[in-house]
């Protein structure tokens, strides 16, 4: 049974840019092909009060249901992340939605940090990037509805809050700079035609997803480890406090 694209409010606030045609991508602003340090964030100690955080659960909520039937298909895992955590995703005891509601960060993730994969994507949007296939995590149909919820959050966090779209969705600041640019027919196009790239977030680390499975099963000391241990290293791949 398919997986329903989350709704959620698209109104842009604070960008009176007219649209982008959907034939025409956005050029790398100067603002971006200038940038220092591409993974910079803002300096903060502390997360942001608030945060795209009803619409980024049932974008955490379908990626959670989807990874789980996958899991518990019968036959050889189709990917290597599904090979190495099937075990723990079958062992998991809640809902995918009493999961989701746990976490406070995207869980997937589609090169957010990689300012030369979302450029040349804008520079040469009919080019398809090579993917091992063993790397490719969501069957066809389900991707693109997948890709679609996850990038149009991302668009839409990226134009309204560019804060929030580093710290809780994963985007480096030029990247997040970069998607804003794209129109929405332009993100739902990426969609389709380059859900392979959507994966897991941490997908190759699984030492963090287990971390991640230990905190949704309840292990709170997990969890504040997570928390502590991350809010510090806000430039890397941090990884996700939990609500409790």
């Not at 049932?58 to 990917?79: C, T």
């Not at 062992?91 to 997937?108: G, H, K, P, Q």
């Not at 693109?144 to 779209?165: K, M, N, Q, Y």
Request: net charge positive; with cysteine; glycine share 4%.
């Amino acid at each position: 049974m398919g997986i329903a694209t989350p709704q959620f409010s698209l109104y842009v606030t604070g960008n009176s840019s007219a649209p982008a045609s959907p034939h025409h991508y956005p050029r790398t602003p100067m603002s971006i092909q200038q940038h220092d340090n591409p993974s910079a964030v803002p300096h903060r100690r502390t997360p942001p009060r608030t945060g795209p955080s009803q619409a980024l659960r049932e974008v955490n909520e379908q990626a959670l249901k989807l990874l789980i039937q996958l899991a518990h298909r019968s036959g050889s895992p189709s990917s290597d992340f599904l090979a190495l955590l099937r075990k723990p995703l079958c062992a998991l005891n809640r809902s995918a939605e009493e999961l989701a509601i746990r976490c406070m960060f995207l869980l997937v993730d589609m090169h957010f940090r990689s300012l030369e994969w979302w450029d040349t994507l804008a520079h040469h949007p009919m080019a398809r990037r090579p993917l091992e296939s063993c790397l490719v995590v969501f069957p066809r149909q389900r991707g693109i509805t997948l890709s679609r919820s996850v990038l149009t959050l991302a668009w839409h966090v990226a134009r309204t809050d560019r804060e929030s779209a580093v710290v809780f969705l994963g985007l480096s600041p030029p990247v997040s700079e970069l998607i804003s640019l794209f129109s929405l027919q332009q993100i739902d196009r990426i969609a389709q035609r380059h859900f392979p790239h959507l994966r897991p977030r941490w997908a190759d680390s699984p030492a963090v997803w287990h971390e991640i499975f230990a905190a949704f099963q309840g292990d709170a000391t997990s969890g504040n480890s997570i928390a502590q241990r991350e809010w510090s290293t806000l430039a890397g791949e941090f990884r996700p406090p939990w609500h409790h």
